[in-house]
Every structure is written in C-alpha cells, then in structure tokens.
C-alpha cells in the first residue's frame, strides 16, 4: 500500500470536492455535513474553515472568492468577509433535495447535480450554470449526481449516477457546453460506488470509490489502468495539486462508520496526499 502524507488536521464527517487553487498554492474543498468551505495553505500548513448556513456539496474557483454549492441553490463566496450572494436561483425542488457533486469545464462553466439526502431515489438533475446564459437543467432522473470531469481537450465529460456503480462518458461539445451521444466508460464492482474523479495530463480518469477502500485510474479507453488502495475504506473525491501539479489529495467520509470501524481506520476523514508519478491539469475557474 502506498503510504499518504496527511494534509492538515481537520477531519470531516463527509469530506468531499478538493480544488487546488495554483495563484494562492492552497487546497480547497468542503465538508458537506458540517457543513463547513475549507481551506489548507501548502506554505503555513494552516487549515481554515468558513461555516456555510446549509449543506455545502462543491465549489469552484473565482476571482476574488468561490462559487459555491449549497443544499437549495449556487452562491457566491467571498473569503474575506465570509458573505454570501446568490449566483442563481434555487432550485425549486421539495425540502430533501441538496447540491451534490459539481465542478467547472475547460470553458469555466459550472456544472452540479441534485440529489435527495434523506431519500437519494432517483429524481435529481444536473445544472450547468454558463456565465452568458444563465442556468439550466441538463439531465434528469439523478440519484447520486458524482465524477464530473473533463477529458484534456475538453469534448469528453464523465459523470457517474453512484447507485448505477456505472460511469459515463458523454461527447461534449466546448464552445456550447451541451451534450452529445452518451456510452458506458466503466462499470464498479461491489463493493466500491464511483464517487468523484478527476482527469490527468495524460488524459487518464482517477475515480475515488466510496465504500471500496481505493482510487482506480482509467484509460480514455475504459482499461483499468491501475489502482491506489487507501487506508480509508470511504474516498470521496480526488484532485491534483502541489507547486508541479504532481500530488494527488484525496477527501474522505466518517460519516457512518461504526466505533470499531473507525479504530481501525485512524485516517477516516483526514485529507490525504499521495505522489502517484504522474502531473493533473490546472482546475479551470469559474468564468463569471
């Protein structure tokens, strides 16, 4: 097993949706259940934490501040005073429903999915908030909205509905944002669920699975390629970062383990870091 550097000491209850910001050298992602927008700074090793009102699913970079994904609806973050300004309008949707996954394309569009928290059945839908024409709802019929990420070139967009242990890949187009033919890219074995993800420069797919103690990395083609086990049964997402892009940092969930399950994973809820030998690409911000 390859050995992690633990990266500061927050532990989440459901860590999720790491962002490496390269101007500021940091580390962002959230701990939905906190809920709490987090923040670790290579240069000090300092974690700060900005409290959210509501469950906090993902974020984006932007200038001068985040955009962020709470349970009802986007928001923009500013980290200097911590205020809020909505960034769409809510979703709409019955009480139970929250922002789950998200992350920006190539073009800086951003891009989360819907879910039911209590009831995760399938009647949840992916947005795609695009800065010239607003909000829109893109697909439908979503349990677990999970692995947004995009190919190199930006025409490949992978998404995975995690009940489905099945991801997709769908055709993309960069200059429109909208969807073309959809295919199956890889099916899950029990017991991992395909979570977050995230592509490399190599063009290779890194999927965190919850439940499966492990990262496993695809090729554009589908092939496993290899996998990362962890010493967390519960990955939840995975990002690239560090000054060369080269370290690869894992968020992670305690949320329901048992007392002797999380005895025995001492890690459960830390962030991780590894060196897996390869370099990620640069995370796109927000265009807004």
Not at 247 to 271: H, Q
Request: net charge neutral; proline share 9%.
């Amino acid at each position: 097993m390859d050995t992690p550097r633990r990266i500061g000491d927050a532990t989440d209850i459901l860590g999720e949706g790491p962002v490496w910001c390269p101007r500021a050298q940091a580390l962002w992602w959230v701990d939905i259940q906190a809920p709490a927008v987090r923040r670790w700074q290579a240069a000090t090793g300092a974690v700060r934490s900005w409290t959210m009102p509501e469950p906090v699913g993902s974020l984006a970079l932007r200038g001068g501040g985040l955009l962020v994904a709470l349970k009802r609806g986007l928001a923009f973050l500013d980290t200097d005073t911590g205020a809020l300004t909505p960034a769409a309008p809510p979703h709409g949707e019955d009480a139970d429903m929250r922002f789950n996954d998200g992350r920006c394309d190539r073009q800086g569009r951003f891009w989360a999915g819907t879910m039911g928290e209590a009831n995760p059945t399938p009647r949840g839908h992916l947005y795609r908030l695009d800065p010239a024409t607003g909000v829109a709802a893109v697909l439908h019929g979503i349990a677990i909205p999970n692995g947004l990420c995009w190919s190199p070139d930006g025409r490949t967009m992978y998404f995975a509905d995690s009940p489905t242990r099945t991801i997709l890949a769908f055709a993309y187009d960069p200059a429109t944002g909208a969807l073309g033919e959809r295919r199956v890219f890889a099916r899950v074995a029990p017991p991992g669920i395909p979570d977050g993800a995230i592509v490399d420069a190599e063009g290779y797919m890194w999927s965190a699975e919850y439940g499966g103690g492990r990262i496993t990395r695809y090729a554009p083609d589908g092939r496993v390629d290899r996998r990362l086990a962890l010493p967390v049964s519960q990955p939840t997402c995975c990002a690239f970062g560090g000054p060369d892009l080269s370290t690869l940092f894992v968020t992670c969930a305690r949320a329901g383990l048992s007392a002797a399950t999380l005895a025995a994973e001492p890690l459960a809820g830390a962030v991780l870091a590894y060196e897996p030998g390869v370099r990620g690409l640069p995370e796109p911000c927000y265009a807004g």
